[in-house]
């Protein structure tokens, strides 16, 4: 029971790891959907300037979920997607303390996920004004 706990905890971290951030956004660049793709482009530039300035301390997961989950859910607009992304969200959160027991880098990573968020948000808005 303890293995299948860990594997469903890796499984929902997985959900904010870069390899579905990138998917996420290559998927979004295929139409392309603006603003969309710019908010997820801004924010992962922001998020490896953090990480190279931050150097580990803070849960990257959480930050990355938590982005992928505020813009996936403007873009949807759908009620039933966006609980299930809140759902999900949770999950990654519960995940990465069960994993870690690190309560300061998992609220640091959710500060950093909703500072990028604005900063990405306001950014992209700009960039569909200028182009």
Request: glycine share 4%; no cysteine.
């Amino acid at each position: 029971m303890k293995n299948f706990k860990k594997e469903l905890a890796r499984d929902f971290l997985a959900l904010g790891s870069w390899v579905f951030f990138i998917l996420v956004l290559a998927r979004a660049m295929i139409k392309p959907y603006r603003p969309f793709t710019d908010q997820i482009a801004i924010a992962g530039i922001i998020l490896i300037i953090t990480a190279i300035l931050l150097k580990n301390k803070y849960d990257a997961y959480t930050s990355r979920a938590l982005i992928l989950m505020f813009f996936t859910v403007i873009f949807y607009q759908d009620n039933l997607f966006a609980w299930f992304a809140r759902l999900a969200f949770i999950g990654i959160v519960l995940s990465s303390y069960y994993l870690t027991q690190d309560n300061i880098k998992i609220i640091k990573g959710i500060i950093i996920g909703i500072i990028t968020t604005a900063i990405s948000y306001y950014l992209a808005t700009l960039t569909i004004n200028l182009f």
